[in-house]
């Protein structure tokens, strides 16, 4: 199976992988790994572009882009090994509540938030039955 980016595709991985390089090179790079909240810089870098909602209907102030747009930008990220949880935000958070922004307040209010204040965000999986008694984990 043949598959190329469109012209749009191309431009917006290209947008992102052009930040990366220039916010992740040589020593910068040891300097948003090293301070406790030295990646918070790149993330605001990031939603400006609005690469963090891009995934989010545009009525929560994202881009209403799909997975094709999602996966050159996990691209670019993970080429330049970029800090934080940009990945998790925008390829995991967002399209999982996504759908469900039209019907439920508080999705859309969570995707207003990543879209218009560059919050991050993570997915929790739960049993919705704990036993008593079982171990629990995060992550």
Not at 18 to 45: K, S, V
Request: glycine share 10%; charged share 20%; net charge negative.
């Amino acid at each position: 199976m043949a598959f190329e980016l469109s012209e749009e595709q191309r431009e917006l991985a290209g947008t992102v992988d052009r930040l990366l390089a220039d916010t992740t090179a040589g020593p910068r790079a040891r300097q948003l790994i090293e301070a406790p909240d030295g990646w918070r810089e790149l993330w605001d870098a990031v939603a400006d572009l609005g690469a963090l909602a891009m995934a989010a209907p545009e009525q929560s102030g994202g881009l209403g882009l799909g997975p094709v747009e999602l996966v050159a930008v996990a691209e670019a990220v993970g080429r330049h090994l970029a800090p934080g949880p940009i990945v998790a935000t925008a390829g995991a958070f967002v399209p999982t509540l996504a759908p469900l922004a039209a019907e439920h307040p508080l999705a859309a209010a969570a995707l207003a938030a990543v879209a218009e204040d560059g919050a991050t965000a993570a997915l929790v999986a739960s049993d919705p039955h704990p036993r008593a008694g079982a171990p629990a984990a995060t992550a």
